[in-house]
């Protein structure tokens, strides 16, 4: 089979149904905002730094998916047939953020993303869950969107931030707050 297909040279493309939309529709930007921090979540595997995190962080990648493969389909009584996220993938990003936090120093002042690379590119990774997160919302203005694909964007973003705190707290790394002062 080939990978290209030459059928988006038009600038539209298949939802899972084959269903052709516009390549710039609210539906397509939110499962391609997920797909790209499927990505970031990968890089941020690859971390030597993370190696204690790599199964939560693979776990991540699969939720992740699940709902990009819910993004992917407009027919809401399809999404029975789909892979929903874990029902309980809330509770596992909650404890894993509880566990980290709980050697950290209470925070005061923001944070400027920085320190080292790992902790860089967890910002990132932070950040285009954000993004991700509000293409959802977008999206569920106009299209049914099952609850927990922005739940879970959203507590991911939250365990991102924390993920970034704990990276530059085991590395040694000084957090750079905000105001500066």
Same mark, same amino acid.
């Given at each position: 089979?080939?990978?290209?297909t030459?059928?988006?040279?038009?600038?539209?493309?298949?939802?899972?149904?084959?269903?052709?939309?516009?390549?710039y529709?609210?539906?397509?930007?939110?499962?391609?905002?997920?797909?790209?921090?499927?990505?970031?979540?990968?890089?941020?595997?690859?971390?030597?730094?993370?190696?204690?995190?790599?199964?939560?962080?693979?776990?991540?990648?699969?939720?992740?998916?699940?709902?990009?493969?819910?993004?992917?389909? *407009?027919?809401?009584?399809?999404?029975? &047939?789909l892979?929903? @996220?874990?029902? =309980?993938?809330? %509770?596992?990003l909650?404890?894993?953020?509880?566990?980290?936090?709980?050697?950290?120093?209470?925070?005061?002042?923001?944070?400027?993303?920085?320190?080292?690379?790992a902790?860089?590119?967890?910002?990132?990774?932070?950040?285009?869950?954000?993004?991700? *997160?509000r293409?959802?919302?977008?999206? &569920?203005?106009?299209? @049914?969107?099952? =609850?927990?694909? %922005?739940?879970?964007?959203?507590?991911?973003?939250d365990?991102?931030?924390?993920?970034?705190?704990?990276?530059?707290?085991?590395?040694?790394?000084k957090?750079?707050?905000?105001?500066?002062?």
């Amino acid at each position: 089979m080939k990978i290209y297909t030459l059928t988006g040279d038009d600038g539209s493309t298949s939802l899972s149904n084959g269903k052709r939309v516009p390549k710039y529709s609210s539906r397509i930007e939110a499962y391609g905002n997920v797909d790209e921090l499927i990505s970031w979540i990968g890089v941020l595997r690859d971390l030597v730094e993370n190696r204690s995190r790599s199964d939560i962080l693979l776990y991540i990648q699969d939720q992740l998916m699940r709902c990009a493969s819910i993004l992917a389909t *407009e027919e809401p009584g399809q999404h029975s &047939k789909l892979l929903l @996220p874990d029902n =309980d993938c809330l %509770a596992v990003l909650e404890k894993s953020i509880d566990l980290m936090q709980d050697s950290l120093p209470a925070l005061r002042n923001f944070i400027l993303p920085g320190g080292n690379k790992a902790v860089s590119f967890t910002h990132v990774a932070r950040c285009v869950c954000r993004r991700a *997160e509000r293409s959802v919302f977008s999206l &569920k203005q106009t299209e @049914p969107v099952p =609850d927990i694909v %922005a739940s879970f964007l959203n507590r991911l973003s939250d365990f991102l931030f924390v993920m970034a705190r704990k990276t530059c707290y085991e590395s040694g790394t000084k957090e750079d707050k905000w105001p500066l002062l």
